[in-house]
C-alpha cells in the first residue's frame, strides 16, 4: 500500500486559511461550522507537530 | 635539428626552436601568477584582450579571452594574473591568460566601479528585475564553502528557526583563483535541477581582496541570469558587493540570510495557540447566533399563540353573549310563559280545544290548567 504523502508546512497554512476564511463568513449553519472548528484544530495540531520534529536535511552536491 | 660542423652545438629550426622551448616552458612553468600594473589595454572585436603587465623595471606581454576579465580593466590598474607563457610562432612571447583580477584597495575598487556602471547602464541592478524571494522555501540551493563559518552560520540558525527544509548545498572556495569558476559553476548547475525554490550565495566578511569575487562580472552575471531567484549575503563589514545589487534579495551575513528566508518557529507556535482560541471563538460565535435565533424563534411563537388566545377569548366572550340573549328562560323572567299540551309546545290557539289540560310553565316553576275557551 502506498504512504500518505506527508504534506509540507505551507499545504497544511493553505488549508488552515481555508477553513479559517471559511468559518468567518456569517452564513453557515452550525454543523458546518462545527465540522470546520475541529479541522481546524487538526490541521493546527498537525503544524504544531510539524514544527515541534521537522528536521532539515542537508545534501552535499558533488562536484 | 642538426649540429654544426667540428662543434657540439644544437642548431635548431625557428620552428623547432618555437617547439623545444614551449615544451621546456611547459614543464618548468605550466601556469605563473604574475601581480603588476596593466599597461597598453586593447580590446579585439569584443572577445579578444591584449595588455602588457609592468612593474618599474619589466614589462611582459598578456593575451586571453575577454571572459578571463574580471570586467571592464583600465590602465594603471594593480592585477593578479594566472596565465601559461607561450612562445608564439609568429607574434613573440605573451603569457596566456587563464584569470585576471584586481588587487589593492584602490584596483579593486576601480574595477567594481567599472563593472557596476556597465552594468548599471545594462539595466542589469533594476529593481523591475528582482523576483519575489520564497518565504518558507521547501529546498534551498546553497553555494558557499563547507568549511566556512559562513555555512555553519547559515545551517545552524536555519535549524534553530525551522524545520523540514531540504539544503541542496555546492561546495565551492569563495576567495582566491577558483572562486569565479567554482561559483558560476554551481549556480549553473543548481539552476539545472527543478526543486531548489531560492538559491542562497554567500560567505562572511573578509577584506576588499578577499571579497573581490563577488565583483566580478561572471558571478554578477550568473547571478542575475539564474533562473532561480537569488539571495546573496557576503559579509557585512565593506560596502555592498555587486553580486549582492544584482540578486533577488541581500542580507548582511549568512545568518541573516537564513532568518529572511523562514519564519522563527517559537512564535509561529505561540501564533498557532492564537488561531487555536480564534478557532474556538469563531465557533462559539456561530453557536451564540443559533441561540439567538432559536429564542427570537420561541419568542414570535409566544407572540403568535398569545395573539391566537385572545382571538379565542373574544370569540367565545360574543358567543356567550348571544348565547345568552337566546335563552328562553331570560324570557321568562322577563313575565312570559310557555304553554304546552299532549301534543307539545303550543304555538297557536288552533291547537286548542275546550276542555283540553294544559301545562304552563313560568320562570320558577309551572301550574296545570284546563281550556274554558277558544276565541
Not at chain 1, 454543523?31 to 532539515?56: F, R, V
Not at chain 2, 299532549?342 to 276542555?355: A, E, F, H, N, W
Not at chain 2, 294544559?358 to 281550556?371: P, V
Request: charged share 25%; hydrophobic share 40%; net charge negative.
Amino acid at each position: 500500500m502506498a504512504t500518505k504523502k506527508q504534506k509540507s508546512y505551507k499545504e497544511l497554512q493553505d488549508e488552515l486559511d481555508a477553513v479559517l476564511a471559511e468559518l468567518r463568513s456569517s452564513e453557515l449553519d452550525i454543523d458546518k461550522a462545527l465540522d470546520l472548528y475541529k479541522q481546524g484544530q487538526k490541521l493546527i495540531s498537525e503544524l504544531e507537530d510539524y514544527l515541534s520534529h521537522a528536521k532539515n536535511e542537508i545534501e552535499q552536491l558533488k562536484s | 635539428m642538426c649540429y654544426s660542423e667540428g662543434m657540439d652545438e644544437m642548431v635548431f629550426t625557428p620552428t623547432e626552436f618555437v617547439g623545444v622551448l614551449n615544451q621546456t616552458l611547459d614543464y618548468a612553468y605550466p601556469v605563473v601568477s604574475l601581480q603588476g600594473e596593466l599597461a597598453n589595454v586593447r580590446v579585439s572585436r569584443s572577445k579578444w584582450v591584449y595588455f602588457d603587465i609592468k612593474d618599474d623595471t619589466a614589462s611582459v606581454k598578456c593575451f586571453g579571452t575577454v571572459y578571463v576579465l574580471p570586467g571592464p580593466v583600465e590602465e594603471g590598474m594593480m592585477v593578479r594574473i594566472s596565465a601559461s607563457p607561450r612562445l608564439h610562432p609568429l607574434y613573440n612571447f605573451s603569457l596566456n591568460l587563464q584569470s585576471v583580477r584586481a588587487v589593492g584597495e584602490g584596483s579593486l575598487k576601480r574595477a567594481a566601479d567599472l563593472l557596476a556602471e556597465k552594468l548599471m547602464k545594462e539595466g542589469l541592478f533594476e529593481e523591475s528585475r528582482k523576483r519575489p524571494v520564497p518565504y518558507a522555501p521547501q529546498t534551498i540551493g546553497l553555494i558557499t564553502s563547507k568549511e566556512s563559518a559562513a555555512y555553519h552560520d547559515f545551517v545552524k540558525i536555519l535549524n534553530e528557526r525551522w524545520g523540514g527544509v531540504r539544503i541542496i548545498h555546492h561546495d565551492v572556495q569563495v576567495q582566491g583563483e577558483q572562486a569565479v569558476t567554482d561559483i558560476v559553476q554551481a549556480i549553473e548547475r543548481l539552476n539545472q535541477l527543478s526543486d531548489p525554490e531560492v538559491l542562497v550565495i554567500t560567505r562572511g566578511g573578509g577584506s576588499a581582496d578577499d571579497l573581490s569575487a563577488f565583483n566580478t562580472e561572471q558571478i554578477v552575471r550568473a547571478v542575475a541570469a539564474s533562473r532561480i531567484p537569488t539571495l546573496v549575503a557576503i559579509g557585512h563589514e565593506v560596502d555592498m558587493s555587486l553580486a549582492e545589487m544584482a540578486a533577488d534579495l541581500r542580507a548582511s551575513t549568512p545568518s541573516n540570510a537564513a532568518q529572511m528566508l523562514t519564519p522563527d518557529k517559537m512564535q509561529t507556535l505561540a501564533q498557532l495557540k492564537i488561531q487555536r482560541s480564534t478557532l474556538a471563538d469563531m465557533v462559539v460565535a456561530h453557536v451564540q447566533t443559533s441561540q439567538a435565533a432559536i429564542a427570537e424563534a420561541g419568542k414570535t411563537m409566544r407572540h403568535l399563540l398569545d395573539q391566537a388566545y385572545t382571538i379565542a377569548d373574544q370569540t367565545f366572550m360574543s358567543q356567550r353573549t348571544l348565547l345568552e340573549a337566546l335563552n328562553p328562560e331570560a324570557a321568562l323572567k322577563r313575565g312570559y310563559s310557555v304553554i304546552r299540551s299532549d301534543k307539545g309546545v303550543i304555538r297557536s290557539v288552533s291547537q286548542l280545544t275546550p276542555g283540553d289540560p294544559i301545562s304552563i310553565t313560568l320562570h320558577d316553576g309551572s301550574a296545570k290548567a284546563t281550556i274554558n275557551e277558544v276565541q
